[in-house]
């Protein structure tokens, strides 16, 4: 579904040149909620918007099924990105002179599809997010969580092959992040979605069927869940990141 190769960015800061994805590589499966966690600097965000090609990467490849992200123009790649990834930002991103329904309902205005169908969508998508009470809500009249469950069925509302999640539950007290972290749980089951999230948050990230763990630039390793409990998986993960943000004595 989602294939990432030896992928490689760089930043010029005063004149010097600092990397900070040095050959990224993973594979995210259809219909898997995949993680990734690590230390401050470790390249999260920057993997997450090279991806989108948000910012263009050094060298390496971006596969999306069969097509290579990182080869399209401008027109195609924002096509791309409104018909096959969903994103889901940390503050949200909605628009406050749209209702929740509109605000979800915005990438297929965008496509111009048909009017029906996306008011259908939207529809399904509020039960089963379990926000049909507010749809008719302003985003500055509902709460932090009914604000990001809105923007997961916005991500959804397009059938995409993969949603790309930063921080999603960053800016939320923990029932709120609960709610969010069930509304992914919700689409994976129910909707087949794939998720790949981005987060420093171990308790979200304990929901994943697993978590890749950047350092510096690499990916350090890859934790399971696979039967794990829950807490046990996110014991787990702590563990790694811990280790991976203590600095060796030479």
């Known amino acids: 579904m989602l294939s990432v190769q030896n992928l490689c960015k760089s930043f010029l800061v005063g004149g010097e040149k600092y990397p900070v994805l040095k050959g990224v590589s993973l594979e995210v499966k259809k219909g898997e909620f995949v993680g ?10 920057t993997l997450l918007n090279s991806i989108s090609c948000y910012i263009p990467s050094d060298s390496g490849k971006i596969l999306l099924g069969n097509l290579e992200l990182s080869q399209l123009k401008e027109e195609q790649l924002a096509r791309v990105r409104n018909e096959k990834l969903g994103f889901v930002f940390q503050d949200f991103l909605l628009l406050d002179g749209l209702t929740v329904r509109e ?13 029906p169908a996306m008011e259908k969508s939207a529809d399904l998508l509020c039960d089963l997010f379990g926000i049909s009470h507010i749809k008719n809500k ?25 949603i790309l999640a930063d921080e999603p539950t960053g800016n939320l ?53 696979e039967e794990k409990e829950r807490r046990e998986f996110q014991d787990a993960l702590l563990d790694s990141i811990r280790e991976s943000s203590e600095v060796k004595e030479s």
Do not use: W
């Not at 605000?103 to 009017?115: A, D, E, S, T, Y």
């Not at 129910?190 to 929901?207: E, G, K, N, R």
């Open 103 to 115: 605000n979800i309902m915005l990438p297929r205005i965008i496509g111009g599809k048909n009017v």
């Open 138 to 162: 302003y985003p500055a009249d509902i709460s932090g969580g009914e604000r990001q469950r809105t923007a997961v069925a916005r991500a959804l509302i397009n059938n995409p092959q993969v």
């Open 173 to 225: 007290d923990s029932k709120s992040a609960q709610k969010v972290i069930d509304a992914f749980l919700q689409a994976k089951t129910q909707l087949s979605a794939t998720i790949f999230m981005v987060t420093h948050d171990s308790y979200a990230a304990s929901f994943c069927d697993r978590v890749i763990i950047l350092k510096d630039g690499n990916v350090q390793m890859t934790l399971e869940r």
């Open 36 to 45: 990734v966690m690590g230390p401050s600097g470790s390249g999260k965000s």
